[in-house]
């Protein structure tokens, strides 16, 4: 079995990272394996990337004890959002699609999605804040095609296949709906974008090449943020009559 990484060259330990330059050829080479492990591992079977873009109008709520009550709606010159939270579920996996023995199947996902919407009067002398209200979107789905394969024997349906969603990055814009000049708007039309991941994962058993186990670094220590004197020797005791001055010339105090 294998045993701590070394390099048999130089006898130091192996870190992660990128293989060392030949010098004479300029391209990276790392040291030979030194056997071969069956490790069980999540694979990845297929995995895409999505970009949606979701547009929604919303009312301002102003009823009462609703957030923007008793506001005057006239006053009303640019709405700002900001993106609480925004997650990806997986609502449904398809059976397979012609031809049924490729295992591309339909999964189809719903993006949950809440933001804070703010209303600005932007007349001079600074911008004043008229309201804040959270607006919600669970009504968005699409679909994509992914190579989703059956349960293993191995591991059977414990093993996978798992669906996963993530949203890895998301942002929004609104603007006021366009009112005659005088009037309140009363409804404000939002834009969310959403950039997701949708993989397909499995356990398998893998045969890989071993340069032997992973041996940690030493840590590094974490610089002081605050130096201190320790021990603080001219704070332990009382000051005394006679004091150290001058580069160790000692003179006696007067009374």
């Known amino acids: 079995m294998a045993g701590p990484a070394i390099d048999p060259e130089t006898g130091q330990f192996l870190l992660p990272g990128r293989c060392p330059i030949n010098e004479y050829t300029g391209l990276p080479e790392c040291p030979p394996p030194t056997e071969l492990d069956c490790l069980v591992v999540e694979k990845v079977f297929d995995q895409c990337f999505k970009e949606d873009i979701i ?15 008793n506001v005057d709606l006239t006053r009303v010159d640019r709405v700002t959002c900001q993106v609480l939270s925004a997650e990806c579920v997986v609502v449904d996996v398809s059976p397979p699609i012609d031809p049924p023995e490729e295992n591309i199947r339909i999964v189809t996902v719903r993006q949950d999605v809440e933001i804070a919407i703010t209303l600005w009067d932007d007349d001079p002398p600074v911008p004043v804040l008229l309201c804040t209200f959270n607006e919600t979107i669970t009504d968005f789905f699409n679909q994509v095609p992914l190579f989703v394969p059956p349960p293993g024997v191995l591991f059977g349906p414990a093993g996978g296949p798992f669906v996963f969603c993530e949203v890895v990055n998301s942002t929004c814009f609104c603007i006021p709906e366009t009112v005659p000049p005088g009037e309140p708007v ?37 610089p002081q943020q605050f130096e201190i004197e320790c021990p603080p020797i001219y704070e332990l005791f009382p000051p005394q009559q006679d004091e150290l001055v001058n580069g160790g010339v000692v003179a006696r105090k007067k009374k």
């Open 55 to 69: 547009v929604r109008k919303f009312p301002i709520p102003t009823g009462l004890g609703a957030a923007c009550e």
């Open 186 to 222: 009363t409804q404000v039309i939002c834009t969310v974008k959403i950039c997701k991941v949708i993989e397909v994962t499995a356990f398998i058993k893998l045969l890989v090449p071993v340069l032997g186990f992973c041996v940690p670094r030493p840590c590094d220590a974490a």
